[in-house]
């Protein structure tokens, strides 16, 4: 599947009865890399969750490359092109690493999984242990990997680096910036490490209190010191 | 340091309001009991089974709701109690209540530290048939040493004499009734202090997690096996109180069934709760009781019934229900202001 | 100085991974040691077979120069032997207030009283606070844990440790998941820790190890391959191409 | 020697029906993680179907065998929606409530509908008569059911560890959320297992009813000893149930013949002291 | 007025098909007797004790006495749940008919318990004269290990060696026992020419008669001899043809030729529903009824436990059994014991049919223990 476009309009969504996501609107169009920040609890996992169907949604439409989401069950949006790799490490524990990966490939056949081990020859060392067998940061790594085995149009990628090594996190990025750029897929991603992320990112969205609050570039959030310092209050 | 004097935490609450709570709780089964004397003069036999039962789903209680070790085998550990003062009373001649209390107790106890041994070997599924594979042999021994246990006759003979040589056991159950009640109070009192003890907070923490236990240096296995002999012994009164007020003694206070029954009673009340204990034996024996004698031949399917509608509509259990409801209230009452 | 822990070849393989080769390693008191590497070089591992969480295949571990191999892990965490863990491990059902006095009645040989609580034990009560309130965790001292946010949960792995007054404490990457804006957090708990107390972290947080620690040891496939401080660390050229990665360039750019 | 190998024959052949009934059960404990105490009553039912199908339609054996497991399979599946979607996934002790309960409901309406004596699913006659082995002669519907029992192994290995079926499903059980975020339909997952086990109950109900006869206490009977050759086998585990099966057959077996008054002391002591070597079951999945 | 007789069996459970034939029995007498005497009518409370459970049985007959207020004290399939009922009688002022239960030393436990059923040794006991008379020298005997099981095993040993036999060897098998072929290896392997053995009746009697055929035994000639728990009705459509031809002795089969029977089988089918289901715990149930109401009418309605027990010591009567009294010292029923050995009849089904009658037979199981 080549990268589609995700429309988000009118989003309200939270917990049971309590809400987190404000009337979140935004659009991106297909192929590009965004940016999610915001200090934490402001609800950009919650974002995430919700366009993947994990949430309670009280209003609001998901469309991805022009169709629509919103009804469908999470599984019916992964079939439909959407990735989603949550922010806590959801590996499953007890299917071995190849077995995880497998659950990845959605309907492609075996040997797809191939990708994944070119990707990260860790992976191939690792593939018969058990997901719990696993550091904390092979997990993280799988997850990533798992998704993109999917080969989806848009992935949301929920803080990937958390636990990496920092070379691995250089690894990681060339990769999602090779995926983006040959154009296989939209990549949005949640990133404390901000420096990293405005690398990456051609579009930065900002989320404050379960709202949008800021929208730009990563060269205008540079020229505006005081939105960093107000929206991120990063102090370094 | 102002701001700790203000956060003074409740749980550090006065002593005496502890008490307090106790004493209240006391008084709600005292009012129960005294209810259900009142308005079923005749039926004490049944209200005095109830709480017999009540004191072993709360030794199971002990062990599966604060422990978090789930076990169908506590009647091997009841049973002991109740063939030990079965035994004391017809083959030694041991026939005061209070004595074949004690000595029910006692053989509650070490049953329950036996099979704590054993239990505590296994983790989860395996675990649950420990407890299973206990509970047959404990019946099976008890089929074989017939000598002792009169096997599948069951033991007779058993003749307690009065309470306090005054108060003889009569065909109304009353004394029975009386001495289960008072019985169950003590030991509800005990169990209630244990439980909020450092001991009860250090088994309330291995049922969420043996791991970091040990990684805060406590010892898990013999914490557990403390708690196993504690419950051992609750049961073993238990089982005692049914030798003394039945008289007999038969294999089924060794069984399986009995086992899984005090379990499902304890779920459907609610676990890691004693008043959830008390109240799942309450109602599952009064329901089957009832339901059982308006139709003998086909009550049980109302009694499944029971259950899978407890499971639809109260999941936590009875008392996990009534939190939830009170809960709820409050909530609304609070944003009704 | 006689160290205060050390492991001395330490060995330990999972079927024919060898997660751990050949490990030695010695603290003395007041240190603050830094334990970096790659992704599953091995040192939670390391830090499960110093904690008696799994057994090694050799090698042998002391305290304060007596040997405590074959203990259990419940018995080195009373000589003073205390970990946090990476993912956190807690009572869900239980308060921040409870898990310390837990650990300090636990501490205190007072945890098998069958009557009583440890609000009637005054010295429990008083330590109890102030290690809540060292860590900040006061106004949530009666949450459940399952309610309170993750670095609140963080921080009182740390205040559980700091409760068993430990002689060697090693945390588990005591900062991963927690935001950076609030690491700020457990670095001051973590200054107010007794000076003469030693100190492991597991870290990939690069800035927070280098503000942390005094020595650098490096772990790569299972082998310690530096030992030095940050500064030689930086610029050790191993440990960039196995660790750092462009991290080293842009520390040392700036 | 001849007495040797006719025990070991007899272990064998009591060990695959033990495995034929049991193996639904640890699909539905092991994959599935429920404690579906009710498995004996879905047994019960097949072999309800079976012998009404033979005795009272005078259906051929091969076409009852089906009736019993898609009849059984059609009276589970309201019941899976119903029922069974509100426990996956809730503690143990809720789902022991809920499935005893229904145990306890299915054994009343069977015995109120089809009375309380035994029911037999005749044989056919290629299958009723004794079948001389050359030491001795055993009943042929025992060789048959160890053919069930192989081909009922290795079928539901391959679908469990070698299909994405079966990865999937094991998924779904770790972390539904994430399974469907990664595309598997998870809901219709869970039902086929549910329906692969309550058909492979009807299956052994039907197969095993010459040693486990029919009637309505079926369901209670031997729930203990369904449970502990799951347990005992680690749940989940198709060659753990398998090994355990034929252990604890040929241990109750030789048990019976050495010492038959010490009968259950032997297998019990013996389920003891396996859990107490394998503390998760012998082959049980790790957490 | 009324006068209400408390019925405590297993109406439901493992055991709801004894439970079952209590309920016809009683059925039945009252359809063919009225259900009144005088102007008293009988009214019957059924309480269920699903399985041997005497704190259940005791509580429920105290309920029963105390609440209810019945007059008389009836059922009782298990003998603990007898046993723990029979100490409230004398407090409680009132009889105990038993129509089960088989323990011979139920009948000591208070001088106010009948038992109008039988007891194991009373069954067992002939099967051992039988044997004998059969030229057979070298019996093996297979219990279920319980209670009933070792009194069967104890009777036939007894018996059997007092006439000059040799019992080879004495097995004693779990209640769970559910594959019995390696029962039937070890028969096989003791050299014995006929099986003794004693089961409960219900589903392993099934596979332990199919297990004697296809384990060889039928065909090697080792005669299967059992009191007749292992042959009753209900359970004789799923034993089928590979029952055919054994040997049981009991008290009563549903085949018993005599016009009291006739209307009896005819009476409690009826009240069964499937005449299937029909088998001796009915008969026990009957004739236990016809003990009550004897005992109504001597005491005129009256309660009044001494005077009621004594009316029936020494009564005698003929039972859809054959004739029948109850002893006036043990309290327990005399009787005939038949020899009998399954049989197809023309219409396809299964009987017992009776081929030898050992007359007047009492219990020697007390005497035994005395
Ligand atoms: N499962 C949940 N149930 C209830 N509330 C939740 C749940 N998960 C998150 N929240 C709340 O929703 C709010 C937003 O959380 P969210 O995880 O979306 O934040 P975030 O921006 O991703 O923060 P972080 O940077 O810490 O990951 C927080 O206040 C949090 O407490
Ligand atoms: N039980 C086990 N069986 C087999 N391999 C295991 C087991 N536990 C861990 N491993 C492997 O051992 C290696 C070391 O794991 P460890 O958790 O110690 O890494 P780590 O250095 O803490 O990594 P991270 O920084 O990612 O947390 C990993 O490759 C892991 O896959
Ligand atoms: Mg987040
Ligand atoms: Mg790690």
Known sequence: MPAASLEVSGLTAGYGPTRILEDVSFSIPAG???????????????????????????????????????????????????????????????????????????????????????????????????????????????????????????????????????????????AFAALAATGAMTILMIEQRIQAALAFAEDVLILERGQIAWTGTPAQLESEP??????????? | MTDLAQSAPASMATTSSRLKRDALAIAIIIAVAAVGFFLFPNNLALLSRIVIMMLIVLSLDLVTGYGGIATLGQAAISGSGAYAAGIA????????????????????????????????????????????????????????????????????????????????????????????????????????????????????AIKEDPV?????????????????????????????????????????????????????????????????????????????????????????????????????????????????????????????? | MNPVFAVEHLEKHFGGLRVTQDVSLAMGQGDRIALIGPNGAGKTTFVNLVTGQIKPDGGRVLLGGVDVTRLSATQRVRKGLVRTFQVTRLFSEMTPEEHVALALVQREGKSGRLFGTYADMPVVVSETRDILGTLGLLKVSQEKVREIAYGQRRLLEIALAMALRPKVLLLDEPAAGVPH??????????????????????????????????????LAAGAIIFDGTPREVAADARVREAYLGSYADARSVA | MQTVLSIGTDALAYGMVLFVICIGLSVTMGLMKVVNLAHGAFAMIGGYIASYATRDMGLPYGVAVMAAVVGTIIIAIPLERLLYRRIYGAPQLTQVLMTIGLTFAIIGIANFVFGPTLKTIPLPSELSGPVSIGFRTIAAHKLFVIACGVVVAGGLWFLIERTSFGVRLRASVDDAAMAGALGVRTAAIYAISFAVAVGLAAFGGVVGAELLPIEPYYAMRYMVTFLVVVSVGGAGSIPGALIASLLLGAIETTGRYLMPEMGEFFFYLAVIVIVCIFPRGLLGRAQ | DTIKVGVIGPFSGPFALQGKNFQAGIQAYQALNGDSVGDHKVEIVYRDVPQADPAQSAALAQELVVKEGVQYLAGFYF??????????????????????????????KSPYVVRTSFTTWQTSAPMAKVAKAKGIEKVITVVSDYGPGVDAETAFKTTFEGEGGTVVETIRMPLSTNDFSPIMQRVKDSGAQAVFAFLPSGPTTLGFVKSYNENGLKDAGVTLLAPGDLTQESDLPALGDSA???????????????????????????????????????????????????????????????????????????????????????RHITQNIYLREVEKTADGTYINKEIQTFEKQGDPGLAAAK
Request: aromatic share 8%; net charge neutral; with cysteine.
């Open chain 3, 181 to 218: 804006s609030d690491t700020v957090l457990i670095e001051n708990a973590l200054a107010q820790l007794p000076p003469e107390l030693a100190v492991l972290m597991i870290e990939h947080d690069m800035d927070f190890v280098f503000r942390f620690s005094q020595r650098v040891v490096v």
């Open chain 5, 244 to 330: 055919l031809g054994l040997l049981t002795t009991f008290h009563y089969a549903v085949s018993h030729d005599s016009p009291e029977n006739k209307a009896f089988v005819e009476a409690a089918g009826k009240a069964i529903g499937n005449p299937a289901e029909l088998s001796f715990p009915a008969v026990g149930a009957f004739d236990g009824m016809h003990v009550i109401y004897k005992m109504i009418e001597a005491t005129g309605g009256k309660q009044d436990a001494k005077a009621a027990v004594d009316a029936v010591k020494g009564l005698a009567w003929t039972s859809p059994r054959g004739p029948v009294e109850i002893d006036p010292e043990t």
């Open chain 1, 32 to 174: 590009r890399r965004v940016a999610v920040l915001g200090r934490n609890g402001v609800g950009k996992s919650t974002l995430f969750a919700t366009i993947a169907g994990q949430t309670r949604r009280y209003g609001g439409r998901i469309a991805l490359g022009g169709a629509d989401l919103t009804e469908l069950p999470g599984s019916g949006r992964a079939l439909k092109g959407l990735g989603y790799v949550p922010q806590t490490r959801a590996i499953f524990k007890s299917l071995t690493v190849e077995e995880n990966l497998l659950v990845g490939l959605k309907d492609r056949p075996r040997s797809g999984i191939q990708d994944a081990y070119d990707m990260f020859p860790r992976l191939f060392e690792r593939r018969r242990n058990l997901g719990s067998q696993l550091s904390g940061g092979e997990q993280q790594i799988l997850t990533t990997a798992r998704s993109i085995l999917g080969q989806p149009s848009v992935l949301l990628l929920d803080e990937p680096l958390e636990g990496l090594a920092p070379v691995i996190c250089d690894e990681l990025m060339a």
């Open chain 5, 79 to 108: 003998t603990p749940d007898a046993m723990a009922a029979a100490p409230l009688l004398e407090q409680a002022n009132v009889p105990m008919v038993i129509f089960n239960a088989a323990t011979s030393a139920i009948v000591t």
């Open chain 2, 89 to 204: 009373a017809a083959h030694f001649g041991i026939v005061d209540p209070l004595a074949m209390l004690a000595v029910g107790a006692a053989g509650g106890a070490l049953a329950g530290l036996v099979s704590s041994v054993i239990i505590l070997r296994g983790h989860g599924l395996a675990q649950l048939v420990l407890s299973i594979a206990i509970v047959q042999l404990a019946h099976e021994a008890a089929n074989k040493a017939s000598a002792w246990t009169g096997g599948s006759d069951g033991l007779s003979g058993i003749a307690p004499s009065p309470v306090f040589g005054m108060f003889q056991f009569d065909l109304w159950a009353r004394t029975t009734f009386f001495l289960a009640v008072a019985l169950l109070i003590v030991v509800f009192f005990l169990l209630r202090l244990i439980m909020r003890s450092p001991f009860g907070m250090l088994c309330r």
């Open chain 1, 226 to 236: 005081e939105t960093v310092e107000r929206l991120l209050g990063v102090a370094h």
């Open chain 2, 212 to 337: 970091r236990v040990r990684a805060i240096g406590a010892a898990v296995k013999p914490t557990l096996i403390k708690l196993y002999v504690l419950s051992g012994a609750v049961a073993g009164l238990g089982g005692a109180l049914h030798a003394i007020s039945t008289r007999v003694v038969g294999l089924d206070s060794v069984s399986f069934n009995l086992s899984a029954e005090a379990l499902v009673m304890l779920v459907l009340g609610g676990t890691g709760n004693l008043f959830g204990a008390m109240i799942g034996t309450l109602v599952f024996v009064w329901f089957e009781d009832l339901v059982s004698s308006i139709n003998p031949f086909h009550w049980l399917t109302m009694v499944g019934v029971l259950l899978v509608a407890v499971v639809f509509f109260a999941p936590r259990g009875l008392t996990g229900a009534a939190e939830d409801i009170y809960r709820r209230l409050r909530r609304d009452r609070e944003a009704g202001k």
